[in-house]
């Protein structure tokens, strides 16, 4: 299958995007230990499961994610994280996160594969290439933390997952809480998280298909909680490219309505993020696609749309990569449009089926 450049990173890189969904499901695991304790008392120090499951019965997911997202933000940390799929696949790599309550810094470096440093100041992303000494800068809009979109009262989370507490087990020599996020309905997956007792701190992920099965796991081997990290020292080493070639991806923030596309209905639960123009590397201006981004509150998913081009676009079909799913799908031609009309590629952390409905449903308007 052949991917445009832009979806094909966005596929590929497996180890980021568990990250960004690592963050989205911190703030549900951290709410159930803060609203236990708040439910039982400052006295309190471990919760029964049958005591966490009544305030599961009283709170919504909204407003556990709101209540732990400031907790959450201020928690540094230097771990070992390990990600595998149920296709084999296994990335490793040291974390470096530090967070004030404004600016959130993070460093990641692979330790499998091809050497890669990848920054993360808020927004602003900067991967460093060592093999071929370019450094890749560019700007992210991270879903892991988004305080704006629960406080809008846009998503209503708990009318598509159902909360419910799973035991307790220990995790890189800590004890953790285990809390699992069931989908109503089978347009998104489940997730399995273990929450540090003390901090609230995910220290371990499972993303769960439709049947309960394992799609891919996410977890510190080891870590240093309150780490001695320091935003101006990221900041420092984020912003040192001598002797890389830099490379700048602009993105131009735009609308699908602006360009042209529009769904003919919403897909259950998911509401539009964001719509960018992203420049595809090509040699003409024309080389662009739209990244179209939509997200239940959890889950995320991205649509691609650009120029069809014989040469790259070979084969359309689904691909897997762990809780990751390709879809790839020549649209039809219509009047006016340019020669082989459009390619759409839609990416996603949910089953192949929802991915084919946003497919469905997308339309050209103008």
């Known amino acids: 299958m052949q991917l445009s450049k832009e979806a094909a990173a966005e596929a590929g890189v497996i180890l980021m995007r568990t990250l960004d969904c690592f963050q989205r499901a911190m703030g549900v695991a951290c709410a159930f230990l803060a609203l236990s304790a708040q439910a039982q008392g400052p006295a309190a120090v471990s919760p029964s499961k049958a005591q966490v499951q009544g305030v599961a019965a009283e709170r919504s997911i909204g407003d556990w994610l709101i209540r732990l997202h400031e907790a959450s933000r201020r928690r540094a940390y230097v771990g070992t994280f390990v990600v595998s799929s149920s296709v084999g696949g296994m990335s490793t790599a040291k974390i470096w996160h530090v967070c004030d309550g404004t600016q959130q810094v993070e460093r990641v470096e692979s330790l499998t594969g091809a050497p890669r440093s990848t920054f993360r100041h808020n927004d602003q992303v900067v991967t460093f290439l060592p093999d071929s000494r370019v450094a890749v800068t560019e700007k992210r809009e991270s879903l892991g933390l988004f305080p704006n979109l629960l406080k809008s009262g846009e998503h209503a989370i708990q009318e598509f997952y159902a909360v419910q507490a799973a035991g307790q087990e220990r995790v890189a020599g800590f004890d953790a809480d285990v809390v699992e996020l069931n989908p109503r309905d089978k347009q998104r997956y489940g997730y399995r998280i273990w929450s540090e007792k003390k901090t609230g701190l995910v220290v371990k992920l499972q993303t769960l298909d439709v049947d309960g099965r394992v799609l891919e796991q996410a977890a510190f081997s080891e870590l240093q909680l309150d780490a001695p990290v320091r935003i101006e020292k990221l900041t420092q080493m984020m912003g040192n490219t001598e002797g890389y070639r830099v490379?700048?991806?602009?993105?131009?923030?735009?609308?699908?309505?602006?360009?042209?596309?529009?769904?003919?209905?919403?897909?259950?639960?998911?509401?539009?993020?964001?719509?960018?123009?992203?420049?595809?590397?090509?040699?003409?201006?024309?080389?662009?696609?739209?990244?179209?981004?939509?997200?239940?509150?959890?889950?995320?998913?991205?649509?691609?749309?650009?120029?069809?081009?014989?040469?790259?676009?070979?084969?359309?079909?689904?691909?897997?990569?762990?809780?990751?799913?390709?879809?790839?799908?020549?649209?039809?031609?219509?009047?006016?449009?340019?020669?082989?009309?459009?390619?759409?590629?839609?990416?996603?952390?949910?089953?192949?089926?929802?991915?084919?409905?946003?497919?469905?449903?997308?339309?050209?308007?103008?």
């Open 247 to 366: 490379e700048r991806r602009e993105l131009v923030r735009t609308t699908a309505a602006a360009e042209g596309w529009a769904l003919k209905q919403p897909v259950a639960g998911f509401k539009a993020m964001s719509c960018f123009k992203r420049p595809l590397g090509g040699p003409s201006a024309t080389d662009i696609a739209m990244q179209w981004t939509f997200s239940d509150g959890l889950a995320s998913v991205s649509l691609f749309v650009e120029a069809f081009d014989r040469q790259r676009h070979v084969k359309e079909g689904v691909m897997s990569m762990g809780a990751t799913q390709t879809l790839t799908q020549r649209l039809p031609e219509r009047p006016g449009e340019p020669a082989g009309g459009w390619w759409l590629t839609a990416v996603g952390e949910v089953p192949p089926q929802t991915l084919k409905t946003f497919a469905l449903s997308l339309e050209r308007r103008k």
